[in-house]
T-cell receptor
């Protein structure tokens, strides 16, 4: 019954060691999003894909990259994680510009 | 300028009572959508309710209703008959025009007391 799945739920990485977070969806939605959420703050959009069209937010650091190999999957790559990148990373999907459905999130710890 | 304002950082409500969460928004686009999400301590954002700017009636979904006052630019969420499981952070969000981006408010933490 799961609709938006994120793996892993918890990820620990070392300072500077590349890490990849994954997201998959069974909703067949055409838009996928990646958000960063720090403690007690609102989610912050990093980028989104409309089909294969990549849209980066202006203030998303170059350290963050994304791939969407097909409709179902989307990956977030953090090339050189810093301590400030420790956060919850939320993946979401939508069909067009309508309600977004979120996955359970991946909590990233950087040591 | 802040697009979504939630002025209540935290609220306590007694079980079985109703609670109203405030949300005001700022946009010059005549076409927009307003959303409420619930985020329990587990972290998942759960979609609750949606109101379109052209919708004539206030949206309702089960125990959730949205008090949409367009002239005042407010979209308050009302949760009726609160349950312990309603304890969570609640975010109001807005989409403008055909933009895919959601602008979120700062959130309101609701704690339901038995």
């Amino acid at each position: 019954d799961a609709m938006v799945i994120q793996n892993p739920r918890y990820q620990v990485t070392q300072f500077g060691k590349p890490v990849t977070l994954s997201c998959s969806q069974t909703l067949n939605h055409n838009v996928m999003y990646w958000y960063q959420q720090k403690s007690s703050q609102a989610p912050k959009l990093l980028f989104h894909y409309y089909d294969k069209d990549f849209n980066n937010e202006a203030d998303t650091p170059d350290n963050f990259q994304s791939r969407r190999p097909n409709t179902s999957f989307c990956f977030l790559d953090i090339r050189s994680p810093g301590l400030g990148d420790a956060a919850m990373y939320l993946c979401a999907t939508s069909q067009g510009p309508y309600e977004q459905y979120f996955g359970p999130g991946t909590r990233l710890t950087v040591t | 300028a802040q697009k979504i304002t939630q002025t209540q950082p935290g609220m306590f409500v007694q079980e079985k009572e109703a609670v109203t969460l405030d949300c005001t928004y700022d946009t010059s686009d005549p076409s927009y959508g307003l959303f409420w999400y619930k985020q329990p301590s587990s972290g998942e954002m759960i979609f609750l309710i949606y109101q379109g700017s052209y919708d004539q009636q206030n949206a309702t979904e089960g125990r959730y209703s949205l008090n949409f006052q367009k002239a005042r630019k407010s979209a308050n969420l009302v949760i009726s008959a609160s349950q312990l499981g309603d304890s969570a952070m609640y975010f109001c969000a807005m989409r403008e025009g055909n933009d895919y981006k959601l602008s979120f408010g700062a959130g309101t933490t609701v704690t339901v007391r038995a």
